[in-house]
């Protein structure tokens, strides 16, 4: 049996036919926020229940605590400069770990009011920073703590690479979560879960066009609707191909929306991220476990 099928016949330039899906590690509530940091060829995870980060050693296999406690990270992603960056779900917040591993707070209210709980993060190629707000980290106990929202919205934002503001750049999404940037940045992708508090509405990925400046988006269009369960992350790869969690697969998007492979993971995929030296190594948190799939295409950044 293959774990992968295809749909489209610009899969098969996508994917390596004798390449297994591996699974490298299982242990985990909710496995979320893949980041992979070339230098140290390890790959940095998010445990989002058990307030933990985990780390996997890609030179031996070997999986340990990163950091504990983890303020109910989420999300991951390294900037240009190869420091981490994380939402915070317990403090409600955006960090960056810093190359001597001291921690900077980038941004944790908006307006005066204190973010939701940022859940997933993408960093532009100027430096600003990227986030989305939805509010499960503050919805119960489980993933942070419970709490009310202080915005009453769940907004993306974006923190300027240059002085820091902080500025509201969608408003138009119920529950938004993973985002992604087309390799040229012309495109953001954004996952909208708000079928968690709105029975019905379906799953989607918009399209948004960034402005020419880089600052804002302006036009949106439907790219995707999930067909069962939920998208949650995604990553591009250097063609465009859209690759995102969809249910208890990871689903393959070309640029022009068309659906075109499903890795077959068989548990619920909260988010990937391309690693390896060569980033042509997708690894894929499912709710328990960390898995990875070597393809025929490679991260855009
Ligand atoms: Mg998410």
Request: proline share 5%; glycine share 10%.
């Amino acid at each position: 049996m293959s774990d992968v099928i295809v749909h489209d016949p610009r899969f098969n330039a996508l994917h390596i036919g004798h390449a297994r899906l591996e699974k490298l590690w299982t242990g985990c509530r909710w496995a979320e926020g893949p980041a992979y940091f070339p230098a140290g060829r390890y790959l940095v995870w998010s445990d989002i229940p058990n307030d933990r980060m985990m780390r996997f050693d890609e030179t031996d296999g070997s999986v340990s605590v990163f950091r504990q406690p983890s303020q109910n990270s989420n999300g991951n992603t390294t900037d240009r400069q190869g420091r981490l960056v994380s939402c915070e779900h317990r403090t409600r917040r955006v960090t960056r770990t810093e190359q001597d591993g001291s921690i900077t707070v980038l941004a944790d209210r908006f307006e005066g009011k204190r973010f939701n709980s940022p859940n997933d993060v993408v960093v532009q190629s100027d430096g600003s920073v990227w986030f989305t707000d939805p509010t499960y980290g503050i919805d119960s106990d489980y993933e942070g703590d419970q709490a009310e929202s202080e915005i009453g919205a769940c907004h993306v934002y974006r923190i300027d690479g240059q002085n820091g503001a902080v500025t509201s750049v969608i408003q138009d999404r119920v529950r938004p979560n993973g985002l992604a940037f087309s390799p040229d940045e012309s495109v953001l992708y954004v996952v909208d879960t708000g079928a968690s508090h709105v029975p019905g509405l379906p799953v989607t990925i918009t399209a948004y066009d960034v402005t020419a400046d880089g600052r804002t988006v302006g036009a949106s269009r439907l790219f995707a609707t999930c067909p069962d369960g939920f998208f949650d992350g995604l990553r591009v790869d250097r063609h465009g191909n859209v690759w995102t969690s969809a249910g208890t697969n990871v689903f393959c998007y070309a640029p022009d929306g068309t659906h075109l492979g499903t890795v077959v993971v068989g548990e619920i995929v909260a988010n990937v991220c391309f690693g390896g030296p060569k980033r042509n190594r997708l690894y894929i948190c499912g709710q328990t476990s960390l898995y990875s799939l070597f393809l025929a295409t490679n991260a855009a950044v």
